[in-house]
C-alpha cells in the first residue's frame, strides 16, 4: 500500500517536473532548441527546421534513407564504369549493364519479362550464412511458376568480367490461400551462388537477372548488392521492422513516440519502416524525423506497385507489398542483428515475471531449452509470442487518472482473458542465423534449425492493442499492467522526446 502511493507520488513529481521543463523552453522560444538540434546533426537540419507542415516529399535524401533504392548512386556506379574505357560493353556474352537501358518500374522497381512472366526486382542481399551467395528479392505475377531458366550476373569491384550463376530457386513468400487473383504479384525470393573460383570470397558489387539458356544475355537491371558488414559491440541484438506507414488523417506522434521508447526499453538497437510521399501528417514525419537523427530509426521510402488491373489498395495488394518490405528489412539486417521482429505500431512482445527485456528472455530461453526432447534439434528458427487483446473500451474512463491521457499503453491494462491459439496473428523473434523468408506472422522457411518455437506464455505475450474479433471476449476482461513495470522509465524518456519535440505533455 505504502510502495504503491510513493510511486503514485514520484510519478506525479515526474510529470510536473516534465510540465516545468516544457513551459520553459516554450518560453526560451522554439529558435535556440533548432539551433542546438541542427547542430548536433547537420545532414538534418534543412528538413528540421522547417515549420511543422513541412511535407515529406520534399527532395531531400537527408529525410529518408534511401541511398540504395536512390538510383542516382546505382546511376554514378553504372556510368563511371563505362567511362573506363574499358571493353566491358563490348563483351558477347554479359556486357556490362548500361543505365539507358534499365527498364524501371515505379520508384523502387525493375522490370523483367519472359513470355507470360514479369518479375519486378526490388533488392539484392548478400547472403553468407551457409555459402556465399546472392539473394534477389522480386514480386513475379504467379505463385505455382513454372519459372524459366534465370541467370545472375554478378560485378565486382575492379573486374571486368562477371561471375554467372544460374538461379538455384524460386522462394515464394505467399500461400495461396492467403489470396490470389489474376494480375497480382507475389512476393519472391531468388537465390544465386556466388560461383566458385577466385571471387567466391568477395561480395559481388553489382548483380543482374537475365532469362535464357546461357546467362549471356544483355541485362536490362542491374541491383546493388546490399551488405551491411557487421561492426557489433555485444552479443545479441534486436532490430524492429515495421510495414509501410499509413497515417494521412490521424496524427500518430504521442502513440509513437510511447511504442518506440517501449521498443527501445526492451531491447530493440534499430526500428526500421517503410513509408510513401504523402502517408503521414507533418507533426508525424516530425516526430518520426526526431528518432532518424538520433540514428534509432530507418525511414525508408517505398511506394507500393500500381500495376494495370490491380487495386493497389487492395486488401491484398497491401500484403503482399508488406511481406516484401518485412523481408527487405530482415536481410539488410542480416549480420548487425542477431533477431528481427516485424511490428506494427500496436503490437509488443512483452515479456512477463522478472524477465523485464528481450535479451534477458532469449537467454532465459536458451539456457532452459531441451528441445522437446529432440537430439536433432540445436536451435529453433524463431520465438513466436501469442496473441493477445487489449481492446480500446472507448466508453470507459481513463484507466488511470494520474497519468497523461496519451501513453496509450500504459493506460489500457484491460485485456481479453485468453490468448490466442499459436497459429492465430503471434508475432516472432527470427533468428538472423536460420530464418530464409518471413511473413507477418512466422517465418515461411528456414535453414539449419528447428521450426519457430511457441513460447510459453508464462514467459512472454504479444500485446496487441486493438479490437478483438470475437465480440463477447470484451465482456470478461482481466487487468494485466505488465507494462507497469516500465512506467516510470516510459514517461520519462516519453517526456525527454516531448520537451525536444516542443510539445506540452
Ligand atoms: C504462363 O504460361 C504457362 C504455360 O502456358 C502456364 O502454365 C502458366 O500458368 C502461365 N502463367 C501465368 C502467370 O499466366
Ligand atoms: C503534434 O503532436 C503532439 C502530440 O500529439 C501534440 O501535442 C502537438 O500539438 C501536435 N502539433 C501539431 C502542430 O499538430
Ligand atoms: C535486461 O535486463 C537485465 C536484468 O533485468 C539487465 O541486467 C540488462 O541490463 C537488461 N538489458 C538490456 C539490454 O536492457
Ligand atoms: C494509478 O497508478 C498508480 C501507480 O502508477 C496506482 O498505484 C493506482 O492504483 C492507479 N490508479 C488507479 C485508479 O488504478
New binding site residues.
Given amino acids: 500500500m505504502v510502495s504503491k502511493f510513493l510511486r503514485l507520488l514520484k510519478l506525479l513529481v515526474l510529470i510536473i517536473a516534465c510540465y516545468t521543463v516544457v513551459l520553459l523552453l516554450v518560453h526560451l522560444g522554439r529558435h535556440r532548441g533548432a539551433v542546438r538540434r541542427s547542430a548536433r546533426a547537420p545532414f538534418i537540419k534543412k528538413a528540421y527546421s522547417k515549420p511543422?507542415t513541412a511535407p515529406l516529399q520534399e527532395k531531400s535524401d537527408n529525410v529518408v534513407d534511401d541511398d540504395d533504392h536512390g538510383w542516382q548512386s546505382l546511376r554514378r556506379l553504372l556510368q563511371s564504369n563505362r567511362g573506363q574505357g574499358s571493353p566491358l560493353s563490348s563483351d558477347k556474352c554479359a556486357p556490362f549493364p548500361r543505365y539507358a537501358d534499365l527498364l524501371f518500374e515505379g520508384e523502387n522497381f525493375q522490370r523483367m519479362r519472359e513470355g507470360n512472366l514479369s518479375y519486378y526486382l526490388f533488392g539484392a542481399y548478400y547472403d553468407r550464412r551457409l555459402e556465399p551467395m546472392v539473394a534477389v528479392l522480386a514480386m513475379i505475377n504467379t505463385i505455382y511458376g513454372p519459372y524459366p531458366p534465370t541467370y545472375c550476373q554478378m560485378w565486382f569491384d575492379g573486374s571486368s568480367r562477371p561471375s554467372i550463376s544460374q538461379v538455384r530457386d524460386h522462394k515464394v513468400i505467399w500461400y495461396d490461400s492467403w489470396g490470389q487473383g489474376p494480375n497480382y504479384i507475389y512476393p519472391t525470393l531468388l537465390s544465386c551462388p556466388v560461383p566458385k573460383g577466385q571471387m567466391m570470397q568477395r561480395v559481388p558489387q553489382l548483380v543482374s537477372l537475365v532469362h535464357g539458356t546461357d546467362g549471356c544475355a544483355r541485362a536490362t537491371n542491374a541491383l546493388h548488392v546490399i551488405y551491411e558488414a557487421p561492426r557489433r559491440s555485444h552479443a545479441l541484438r534486436f532490430a524492429v521492422c515495421v510495414k509501410d506507414l499509413y497515417y494521412p488523417h490521424r496524427?500518430i506522434?504521442?502513440r509513437i513516440?510511447e511504442w518506440l521508447e517501449l521498443m527501445q526499453l526492451l531491447g530493440a538497437e534499430r526500428v526500421t519502416a517503410y513509408v510513401d510521399d504523402g502517408a503521414l501528417?507533418?507533426?508525424?514525419t516530425?516526430?518520426l524525423l526526431r528518432y532518424v537523427q538520433h540514428g534509432f530509426l530507418k525511414l525508408r521510402r517505398f511506394r507500393m506497385l500500381q500495376l494495370p488491373g490491380v487495386d493497389a489498395t487492395s486488401y491484398l495488394n497491401k500484403r503482399v507489398h508488406e511481406v516484401l518490405t518485412y523481408n527487405d528489412c530482415f536481410y539488410r539486417n542480416l549480420y548487425e542483428y542477431d533477431f528481427i521482429g516485424g511490428f506494427d505500431l500496436d503490437e509488443v512482445i512483452m515479456p512477463l515475471g522478472t524477465i523485464r527485456n528481450w535479451t534477458s528472455l532469449v537467454h532465459h530461453l536458451e539456457s532452459t531449452d531441451d528441445f522437446g526432447g529432440n537430439s536433432n534439434c540445436q536451435a529453433w528458427a524463431s520465438y513466436c509470442f501469442r496473441n493477445v487483446y487489449f481492446p480500446e473500451y472507448r466508453e470507459k474512463p481513463p484507466y488511470n487518472e494520474t497519468l497523461p491521457k496519451?501513453f496509450y499503453m500504459l493506460q489500457h491494462v484491460r485485456r481479453v482473458a485468453k490468448h490466442l491459439h499459436p497459429s492465430l496473428a503471434a508475432k516472432c523473434l527470427h533468428a538472423t542465423a536460420f530464418a530464409t523468408t518471413l511473413h507477418n506472422h512466422f517465418p515461411l522457411s528456414w535453414q539449419n534449425s528447428c521450426a519457430p518455437l511457441d513460447v510459453s506464455t508464462a514467459l512472454a505475450q504479444m500485446q496487441h492493442y486493438r479490437e478483438p474479433e470475437n465480440k463477447a471476449d470484451l465482456l470478461t476482461p482481466v487487468l494485466d499492467d505488465n507494462i507497469w513495470r516500465f512506467e516510470e522509465q516510459l514517461v520519462k524518456s516519453s517526456c525527454v522526446v516531448?520537451r525536444e519535440?516542443g510539445?506540452?505533455p
Fill in positions: 511543422a496524427d506522434s504521442a513516440v501528417l507533418p507533426n508525424t516530425r516526430t496519451h516531448f519535440l510539445w506540452s
